[in-house]
């Protein structure tokens, strides 16, 4: 069977995304997560991708899907990806030619259990898609995490065994849908992060965790012009940050790793909550917003759609 499908990224972070209603989902959605290790693959006989997302809908004609359903390369389901919904958001956005989407703003999405804001920024350029504000939810941050002493325990641990690795600052957690455990340092990404990162997938209590080095420096001056001309405020901390996630390994970016590395930075205290953190990955920079800790946190970013297409399943 012929599937139509659109290839997104989001800072590189890229996905097969497909709109399907819940009768051709109950056939579909299987064979894709059966086969997402060959379609996202990109050694020449797959899309290439770091995932998949489904957007289902009740029929053809709905415009906003009812649900979405993220696939990891590996065929695991996950229950949370920044950089998806940014490229879900951007291919809901693209249909405002129809008067029902015409003036949209705001919408909400279903990823699993939970339901996610995404608020459409203003824009000067009409002819571009527009930054989109996704609120991710509140994070859980190291000790409310039942998992956080084991696993900084098992970090500290590897750490020492190699005892090759770059002074790190601080090693801190979040759960914000997905696990991620964040290495603070002045210094950037060793090369034997990847190992350091396969090794805490074996944590007992976890079914794997997203791994992120991050290097805090100074805000490029560029960037600090960007940010001011869309937000009307300057960036209140830069990180450079290395993204190695669960069921996929190293990626260009992750979206809620973003958010887990501007959390514990806010929460921290050394900062004030009422300018971003701007996060650059190595495909690409998003803007972070958490004005209180009681509050969802936000992530700000564009997505880009690279090409249209179908595939045999």
């Known amino acids: ?31 894709l997560q059966r086969n997402a290790k060959s379609i996202c693959s990109r050694n ?9 997302l489904i957007l289902l809908t009740e029929d053809k004609t709905q415009k906003i899907p009812t649900e979405v359903i993220i696939i990891n390369s590996d065929g695991s389901l996950a229950k949370n990806c ?17 008067s ?20 459409y920024l203003p824009q000067t350029n009409k002819q571009m898609l527009p930054f989109v504000s996704i609120n991710m939810g509140i994070p859980s941050l190291n000790s409310s995490n039942y998992w956080h002493d084991e696993a900084v325990e098992e970090a500290l641990s590897i750490i020492k065994e190699k005892n ?9 957690t979040c759960a914000l849908s997905n696990n991620h455990i964040v290495f603070f340092s002045s210094e950037p990404c060793p090369p034997r992060f990847e190992e350091l ?18 290097q805090q420096s100074a805000t490029p001056d560029d960037l600090e012009e960007k940010t001011k001309s869309f937000l009307n405020t300057g960036v209140g901390e830069f990180y450079n940050v290395t ?9 260009q970016a992750c979206g809620s790793g973003a958010c887990a590395v501007a959390a514990l930075a806010f929460e921290a205290g050394f900062i004030s909550r009422t300018k971003p953190i701007l996060v650059q990955m190595p495909g690409g920079h998003v803007h972070l917003k958490h004005t209180e800790p009681s509050h969802g946190i936000d992530l700000i970013g564009t ?11």
């Open 100 to 119: 029902f989407l015409e003036n949209i703003e705001l919408i909400e999405v279903k990823v699993k259990e939970a339901n996610f804001n995404i608020h």
């Open 1 to 31: 069977m012929w599937v139509q499908f659109e290839k997104w990224h989001g800072c590189q972070n890229d996905f097969v995304l497909t709109w399907l209603t819940h009768h051709e989902a109950k056939y579909l959605s299987g064979v």
């Open 197 to 214: 990162a396969e090794k805490l997938q074996k944590i007992p209590s976890l079914d794997g965790i997203n791994v992120h080095w991050a």
């Open 303 to 313: 997505a880009e759609l690279v090409f249209e297409g179908k595939m045999d399943l």
């Open 243 to 251: 993204c190695w996630e669960r069921g996929c390994g190293f990626t």
């Open 44 to 52: 020449g006989l797959g899309v290439g991708a770091d995932g998949i």
């Open 164 to 172: 090759t690795y770059p002074i790190i600052d601080d090693i801190a």
């Open 82 to 98: 920044g950089n998806g919904l940014r490229c879900v958001a951007s291919s809901i956005y693209r249909k405002k030619d129809s």
